[in-house]
């Protein structure tokens, strides 16, 4: 077991980081080989597909290797939707959130009955320094993969750039903390049971929080809209800290009959050091407020929005309030990364390149486009550019990144 804190170290020579590659033969070679390693995974291990008592009612979507994508399944029960996985072994396989009479209607003939609440938390969307270095760069135009995250092509200078996400456990690590954020305010804010609350890790460089919770079961659009909104500290009003600051930040006291314990005005006031006692604004307060006032350059009302953007969940709100969305089925492969949309039942211990990897471990051997470090299954695997023997979990992950091929058929 090594100590290394990223799965991905830096390219060892800069000049050495790219080639050019034309792949598009690779690319059919590269689907065939995945279609099969995934039929043989979801042969092999299909129970850790997680699926609730209402299959039935849920729609199913396939995105096939072909690059099909077929929407509005639906199968009567787990072994019916399990045999079709390993059939037609999908890139990817989604589940609607929601229930309906007629899952495969058209939407508006679907008889939509309830969804669950489900929340979105993604790497790029939390704009980590790291990723900039980490992550890759492939250009669509000339086929080039570069090191750290460039606007352009650096050889052809083409606009048309794939950033490829390869999170470091800096990225993990900051993920976790959105999703306890989340967590605390769904627990604390609407009363939510913990219990009811099931974290998934994406796949990718993301996690899933699913909320199975009957007060919310049956919420609007508009309603879960709200909600997020609420989540990412939107529209917050200064006031309801229970003090108002006019333009000079002069503190005026609303009433002493505001409860500061719970909520936003909690969180911001433990935020700002500014807890109190027995619900009550006292003259200590006064000073504390004063005090940050006097140090702060920027404003007591800019120091306050800056908390609230720190102290916010960075959800996806589109994501949340789409109640005909299919999403990602736990415990299946995500193609991306070839990583497995994974039940974190200890979001602390979790690693994604231990715990979300595919078991096939047989050795083939890919041709990778660059040089790379990668942590998987507590084991170090030194890539070198061109051919390297790996096992397929492994592979998986390097040829389903688009940063190598398949280099012989087994
Ligand atoms: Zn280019
Ligand atoms: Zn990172």
């Known amino acids: ?13 800069q000049s050495n980081d790219s080639i050019n590659y034309h792949s598009s033969v690779h690319d059919d070679i590269n689907k065939i080989w995945l279609e099969r390693v995934f039929r043989k995974h979801y042969f092999n291990c299909n129970s850790n597909i997680e699926i609730d008592d209402f299959v039935s009612q849920r729609e199913f979507g396939f995105r096939l290797f072909d690059g099909h994508i077929r929407r509005h399944l639906n ?4 072994n019916e939707l399990v045999a079709n996985i390993i059939k037609h072994s999908p890139s990817d396989i989604f589940c609607s959130s929601s229930r309906y009479h007629n899952p495969s209607a058209s939407i508006d003939q679907k008889g939509w009955i309830g969804s669950d609440l ?6 790029k969307d939390l704009h980590l320094e790291c990723a900039q270095i980490h992550n890759l760069t492939y250009c669509k135009k000339c086929k080039l993969i570069t090191s750290k995250v460039h606007l352009n092509c650096i050889e052809c200078r083409s606009a048309s750039i794939q950033i490829i996400e390869i999170p470091c456990q800096k990225c993990i ?19 939510i049971d913990n219990n009811s609350i099931n974290i998934y890790f994406s796949g990718n460089n993301g996690f899933h929080i699913h909320v199975k919770d009957d007060k919310f079961f049956k919420s609007t659009s508009i309603k879960r809209s709200a909600l997020t909104q609420y989540l990412l500290g939107k529209g917050y009003l200064t006031d309801n800290l229970g003090f108002r600051l006019n333009g000079s930040d002069k503190v005026t006291i609303l009433s002493n009959k505001i409860l500061y314990n719970v909520g936003w005005r909690a969180r911001l006031m433990k935020q700002l050091h500014l807890q109190l006692k027995n619900h009550r604004i006292d003259e200590k307060f006064i000073k504390k407020i004063n005090s940050i006032k006097e140090t702060s350059k920027v404003g007591l009302l800019n120091v306050i929005s800056s908390e609230i953007e720190n102290l916010s969940v960075k959800i996806d709100p589109n994501v949340t309030m789409d109640i005909h969305r299919i999403f990602r089925l736990a415990g299946t492969v995500n193609s991306k990364s070839g990583l497995i949309k994974f039940h974190c039942l200890d979001l602390e211990s979790f690693n994604p390149f231990n715990d979300a990897c595919i078991n096939e471990d047989s050795m083939v051997e890919i041709n990778s486009k660059i040089e790379m470090k990668l942590i998987m299954k507590g084991m170090s695997y030194r890539i070198k550019m061109g051919v390297n023997c790996l096992p397929e979990f492994v592979a998986v992950y390097v040829v389903s990144k688009g940063i190598g091929d398949i280099y012989i058929q087994k």
Not at 75 to 78: G, P, V, Y
């Open 118 to 123: 489900i929340f979105d938390i993604d790497g």
């Open 75 to 78: 199968f009567n029960n787990k």
């Open 173 to 191: 690590k900051h993920l976790k903390l959105e999703v306890r954020k989340l967590i605390e305010i769904l627990c604390d804010d609407f009363g």
């Open 1 to 13: 077991m090594t100590t290394h804190s990223s799965p991905f170290d830096e390219l060892k020579n």
